[in-house]
């Protein structure tokens, strides 16, 4: 009996796994249609956003790999920006600094939810805001990711608690006098995207929170330049 329930399951985990594959595809092809129709009524901006829709999904869904270079997952932010720019045209990406570090390995989907916690909480109000990703050095081993925004900023009673919630490892309850945790609603989330790192690397390694110049947020993502070799990364 305990033979044919195990063979249920795994018949019904792959049975799931086929029809995970269905809804992707179904929704590549209708964004195509609508990217089609947009182009013969003459609707650029609708045309590029359901590119950008469908190249976004894409990267999230088909690439099987845990690890990508670099240059990828900025590509995958550039999409997201590509979307993100029919709310806020005028946003300012910078990467002046970048280039060095784009062949360095990095876990897929770690910047775009960064950069969808600053969109969320940090851009409140309409003025001019920017974005610059940049990296340096962490030793001879590491290296660091370093996401600035120029938004409203966090509280530094907020910011201290973040990053003691990133590195202790464990849950704490938010005092009364404490702000809460600001929630991260459908996207991924800061401590997601820590405890993936961390899962993966180890302890050394995650995101840590600091004020940047301008009085925004930067997020610092700190990585091994190596990586971990189990699998192909994506080129």
């Not at 005092?175 to 302890?203: F, K, M, S, T």
Request: hydrophobic share 35%; charged share 25%; glycine share 6%.
């Amino acid at each position: 009996m305990e033979k044919v329930n195990a063979e249920m399951k795994q018949k019904d985990a792959t049975l799931l796994a086929l029809q995970s594959q269905i809804n992707p595809h179904f929704l590549y092809n209708t964004l195509e249609v609508i990217n089609c129709q947009a182009i013969l009524s003459d609707v650029a901006s609708i045309s590029r956003m359901s590119k950008a829709m469908a190249d976004f999904y894409r990267y999230t869904i088909d690439n099987p790999s845990t690890e990508v270079k670099l240059e990828t997952e900025i590509e995958h932010v550039r999409t997201y920006l590509e979307i993100q720019s029919e709310r806020y045209p005028d946003i300012e990406l910078d990467l002046d600094g970048i280039e060095p570090y784009l062949h360095y390995p990095i876990i897929k989907l770690t910047l775009q939810p960064l950069v969808e916690n600053a969109f969320n909480h940090a851009f409140v109000g309409d003025r001019d805001y920017y974005l610059k990703i940049y990296g340096m050095d962490a030793g001879a081993k590491a290296y660091a990711i370093l996401i600035e925004d120029n938004g409203q900023g966090m509280e530094e009673q907020l910011l201290n608690k973040m990053n003691r919630l990133f590195w202790n490892n464990k849950d704490e309850e938010p005092d009364e006098e404490d702000d809460p945790i600001p929630q991260q609603g459908n996207g991924i989330g800061l401590n997601n995207v820590h405890q993936r790192i961390r899962l993966r690397y180890g302890a050394a390694y995650g995101l840590s929170l600091q004020e940047s110049w301008t009085g925004g947020v930067t997020v610092r993502v700190t990585l091994p330049k190596e990586g971990i070799r189990d699998e192909n990364i994506d080129c």
